[in-house]
């Protein structure tokens, strides 16, 4: 099962591997990487029902050696899905942190914020500013700035609108324009996101300046006496995978098999929009992942912001 994969899962510090024997197991196996040869401990569901899946929380500051991460069981015979966020190895045995309870629940896709902070019983419900699904949701990437959105989420039927909301309240304080995107896609640095319209929709897309909580102009020259034109650009070809350089200066949108399996290629712009500076085709070998290198370990990396128009 999709949802299922990853079955392993390392703790942040490597110290305790997760293992979901199989993609409707009743328990997770867990194993300390000093006696990976058995099993320590056998965390079990809420019910006799399965687990199809599981996460580990990106970090958690109150203790490195604590590992929070969440289970999954879909419902059957009518009862509801469950949701739960536990806590290994201090809160085994005790009440889970979180549950939660979901009607007509078949998946669980959950996103944890940077600091993995908010793993207590409250909930909010997010005001929608446009009736409709919604197509995105996406935490804020860089939790150490402090002028900083909380989460941006992509709502309604098209065209759609994205709004950056606050995490306390879930309130918008920032509203998009009516838009053909349904993809959010955050810069290395937190400084820009980038909205696409993925799948059946044009691949377009906006990047915008979260400080400035506007749109990034691309800019080219016109041919006329050197004069320069501001427009806001679209990929010609079908785009399925996407994501940015780690100095969040450039991005890159590729068609991968075997969603698409002509035309695969890589193409490669600046955080602007101007490009493609680069287009590598692949022919005719067919592309399934793309992804721009790492930073090296401990790499610090400069947050610059945009750079000026030269008009």
């Not at 979180?98 to 902070?117: C, G």
Request: hydrophobic residues 35%; glycine residues 6%; proline residues 9%.
């Amino acid at each position: 099962m999709k949802s299922s994969w990853p079955y392993i899962r390392w703790s942040n510090n490597e110290k305790y591997c997760f293992i979901l024997p199989s993609a409707a197991a009743k328990e997770i196996q867990v194993y300390h990487q000093v006696q990976f040869q058995s099993c320590i401990q056998k965390i079990k569901g809420l019910t006799e029902d399965p687990i199809v899946s599981f996460s580990i929380a990106p970090s958690f500051e109150l203790d490195k050696n604590t590992v929070v991460f969440h289970t999954f069981s879909p419902g059957t015979k009518g009862q509801p899905s469950k949701f739960a966020i536990l806590r290994y190895p201090d809160r085994l045995g005790h009440s889970p942190i979180v549950v939660k309870y979901f009607f007509r629940a078949e998946e669980f896709t959950i996103k944890w914020n940077p600091k993995s902070d908010a793993s207590n019983n409250s909930s909010i419900q997010v005001p929608l500013v446009k009736a409709g699904p919604v197509s995105s949701f996406e935490w804020y990437s860089n939790s150490t700035r402090k002028k900083a959105p909380s989460f941006l989420a992509i709502i309604g039927k098209i065209p759609k609108l994205a709004a950056l909301c606050n995490d306390k309240t879930g309130e918008p304080f920032y509203v998009f324009g009516k838009q053909h995107r349904n993809t959010i896609s955050w810069s290395p640095s937190g400084r820009f996101v980038c909205l696409v319209g993925l799948g059946n929709l044009t691949s377009s897309m906006d990047f915008c300046d979260t400080n400035k909580q506007k749109k990034v102009p691309q800019y080219h020259p016109s041919g006329k006496d050197d004069e320069l034109l501001v427009s806001y650009g679209n990929t010609s070809k079908p785009t399925e995978s996407l994501g940015w350089s780690p100095d969040s200066r450039l991005f890159h949108v590729s068609t991968v098999a075997p969603r698409m399996n002509v035309d695969n290629g890589v193409r490669i712009y600046k955080y602007n929009e101007d490009g493609p500076i680069c287009d590598f085709p692949l022919l005719p070998d067919q592309l399934h992942f793309a992804e721009f290198v790492p930073p090296r370990l401990g790499e610090q990396l400069v947050d610059r912001p945009q750079s000026p128009l030269p008009f």
